[in-house]
């Protein structure tokens, strides 16, 4: 269960959602709701790669796949995360195929990529299991791009002919916003990006994934060909929970009141 690359290559529907909190009790809350990864977002989450070992730790008792979005494809934001033993990498705005290069470069030791090597971490049972990990590299981390600008529009072939990327995430929010379009997802403008997104996956047999903002979309965006799916943030699970309470609570407030 837990090699979300082995599902994700095989073509099935895989469902995830975003955390954002930093916190370890509210990564494992998320993870028993029932979803196949989750994804620890270090770009515009509030936690830090500190923070990141904590909430790995909370999903070892799960089923649920870690998949941390780093902030760059820098090395050294990628395999500091890899080390604490989680399952993919997500990697924003990587707009041409050098970028993408860097990316799968970075999750992979010498002489296929540049990751640095370290045995006595957590990702390798501390030394123990270091062999069976660095000969296992490709086959169980999976490496996610976001196509979320202009200038990847333009570089979809270089970015998605690397062999090692396996999924290309449209990022809606930052993609309709780049073409001038924000958040208009049935906008001509957009649904030509997408269209060309999908076609240039199917070409490389990738993966397509999307951020959807309502879990209802799920059919429309399937039968597009979409299988890599988030929807949601724990912060707006905390969110939408207390506000749907306190909107209760009140509701009886007044009634009573009133009274």
């Not at 796949?65 to 080390?83: C, P, S, T």
């Not at 090597?117 to 490709?138: C, I, L, P, S, W």
């Not at 979320?148 to 396996?166: G, K, Q």
């Not at 724990?234 to 009141?257: I, M, P, R």
Request: proline share 2%; with cysteine.
């Amino acid at each position: 269960m837990k090699n979300i690359k082995d599902r994700v290559r095989a073509g099935e529907a895989v469902i995830g959602t975003f955390l954002s909190l930093g916190n370890a009790m509210t990564t494992e809350i998320v993870a028993k709701a029932g979803f196949d990864w989750v994804l620890i977002d270090l770009e515009h989450g509030i936690g830090s790669e500190k923070d990141v070992l904590h909430q790995v730790q909370a999903l070892a008792s799960t089923e649920v796949a870690a998949v941390v979005r780093v902030e760059g494809y820098q090395r050294q934001r990628i395999h500091k995360v890899l080390d604490l033993g989680v399952s993919g990498i997500m990697c924003p705005h990587v707009d041409n195929g050098a970028q993408a290069t860097a990316v799968t470069k970075a999750m992979r030791y010498a002489p296929e990529g540049e990751r640095g090597v370290a045995k006595m971490v957590r990702a390798t049972n501390f030394g123990v299991d270091f062999m069976d990990y660095h000969a296992n590299q490709e086959k169980n981390l999976l490496c996610v791009v976001q196509i979320e600008t202009e200038e990847a529009l333009h570089h979809l072939d270089e970015i998605a002919s690397n062999e090692e990327v396996d999924v290309l995430f449209i990022g809606p929010a930052d993609l309709s916003m780049a073409l001038g379009v924000f958040g208009q997802l049935d906008h001509p403008k957009f649904l030509e990006a997408e269209a060309k997104i999908l076609a240039v996956a199917k070409k490389y047999n990738k993966a397509v994934g999307f951020l959807l903002f309502d879990p209802s979309h799920y059919q429309k965006y399937y039968d597009k060909g979409v299988r890599f799916f988030a929807c949601g943030t724990d912060a707006l699970f905390l969110s939408n929970g207390a506000k749907t309470v306190a909107g209760k609570l009140n509701e009886f407030k007044q009634l009573v009141t009133t009274v």
